[in-house]
């Protein structure tokens, strides 16, 4: 047996998990990326369709648990100068392509979006259709946000605008846990009802593990949650910090995490939820989700605009600016440099996607979707699925984590609970490397 997949069986009798979730795959190794030394152009230029994910990275204040590319900013100016590049960002990669693509999803994240005033994104929709960008029919555009800087006026104008989907960062309802993480009381359930009024649809991302986090603490804000019904709730376990530094301070252990997927997963079963992800359930008879990680996973190709946005598509991933070491550390010069340079003269950080890394990301997206299916691997590769990575399906069938159904591979509970595990098995040889040195970076 592979020694990577000795240590699996360990990780899974022992309650280890690897310290991020693979949700995030795979720009949770970006900071260990190389330098790209071409004209990424040819990448996109026969492509019809895409994801378009916008990133802003400004907040009021920085989170302690936060990991994301973002910086505490408070200059209007500066921000609005930075909406002005994006759009002049938007404009050049337009000429990538042969012909002016059809948008399938779009998504705003951060940092903190609605740090930002509509009218900024108002500029930006009107310059993608100048762009002779059009939207698929049945796009929900998404954008995250902080509910504590939201108001009415704010999210009536976002829906003018044309957002359909919010993405609330909670965290949690804790009053204590709030305060702990820099977070102000706001009114969820006002904020819950002016979505229905405004037809808003909304996510709310809670995170699992947070210090002095108890399971009865999570699980009173999950039912608060749902309460309210919002379309999809996205559950993320802490991720950031050593075994060593849960055990030091007040933190749940891993394995008091696990016990807790399995009583919330029962929970929002029980309460008209499916999972969407190990990580995302969502409402049964509702259509709204986070469409460009559905899209992403289904194979459509992901196009990452502003300083701290990544671009996936088939052959590349990449992004402009980021350096081979921790990204947040030199996030303020690196927004500087994309407000201050041509775009011809950015850097790209990245790593070639060869055939190997192909079956390797279908087979994870397959997992995260819970649709790994042989005979589309034997369509997409030549090959057979169980012949390229016998002694991974075969440990996975032996653990109980997945069965099989016809030529389809679908995950148990045990399976969607340690999924994140699950999938670093199928990374090649060299991201698993580029894994284990993100994590050495990150010191987790």
């Not at 990538?96 to 108002?122: H, Q």
């Not at 820099?182 to 947070?210: E, M, P, W």
């Not at 996607?353 to 369509?379: A, P, Q």
Request: hydrophobic share 35%; charged share 30%.
């Amino acid at each position: 047996m592979k020694e990577r997949l000795k240590m699996f069986e360990y990780q899974l009798t022992n309650y280890d998990w690897p310290g991020t979730s693979m949700a995030k795959f795979p720009s949770n190794f970006f900071s260990v990326f190389s330098n790209i030394n071409e004209d990424v152009k040819k990448y996109w230029k026969n492509k019809t369709e895409i994801n378009l994910y916008i990133h802003i990275p400004f907040c009021k204040q920085r989170c302690p648990f936060c990991q994301f590319f973002s910086i505490q900013e408070n200059d209007l100016v500066i921000m609005q100068e930075y909406m002005k590049k994006l759009r002049e960002e938007i404009s050049f990669v337009n000429k990538y392509f042969e012909k002016t693509p059809v948008i399938k999803s779009i998504a705003f994240g951060g940092g903190t979006p609605n740090y930002i005033p509509v009218s900024e994104y108002g500029k930006l929709f009107d310059h993608l259709k100048r762009e002779g960008f059009e939207f698929d029919l049945d796009i929900e555009p998404s954008m995250e946000v902080n509910p504590e800087l939201l108001d009415w006026q704010y999210m009536e104008e976002l829906k003018a605008i044309g957002i359909k989907r919010l993405s609330i960062g909670l965290q949690s309802l804790d009053e204590k846990i709030r305060v702990n993480n820099k977070r102000n009381h706001f009114d969820f359930y006002k904020f819950a009802s002016d979505c229905k009024k405004l037809d808003l649809n909304f996510n709310t991302d809670i995170i699992v593990g947070l210090e002095e986090q108890t399971e009865q603490s999570f699980m009173t804000t999950l039912e608060k949650i749902v309460e309210v019904s919002p379309e999809s709730i996205s559950i993320y376990p802490l991720s950031g910090l050593r075994k060593e530094q849960l055990e030091a301070k007040n933190y749940m252990s891993y394995k008091q995490r696990y016990d807790l997927f399995d009583q919330y997963y029962k929970y929002l079963l029980e309460h008209d939820y499916q999972c969407e992800s190990h990580i995302k359930f969502v409402k049964k008879g509702k259509n709204s989700t986070h469409q460009l990680k559905i899209y992403e996973y289904s194979g459509v190709d992901t196009l990452g605009v502003g300083c701290g946005a990544v671009s996936y598509n088939n052959d590349i991933c990449y992004s402009i600016g980021y350096k081979n070491k921790n990204g947040n550390s030199n996030a303020k010069t690196l927004i500087e440099m994309y407000l201050s340079n041509a775009f011809d003269s950015f850097k790209y950080y990245g790593t070639y996607i060869n055939n190997d890394e192909k079956k390797s990301r279908y087979i994870i997206f397959s997992l995260l979707l819970n649709k790994l299916d042989s005979d589309v691997y034997f369509e997409k590769f030549g090959s057979e699925l169980e012949h390229d990575f016998r002694e991974e399906i075969e440990c996975l069938i032996t653990n109980k984590l997945v069965y099989r159904e016809e030529k389809k591979f679908l995950l148990t509970e045990a399976g969607i609970r340690f999924l994140d595990l699950i999938c670093l098995q199928f990374l090649t040889d060299s991201s698993y490397k580029r894994f284990q040195n993100y994590r050495k970076v990150k010191q987790f």
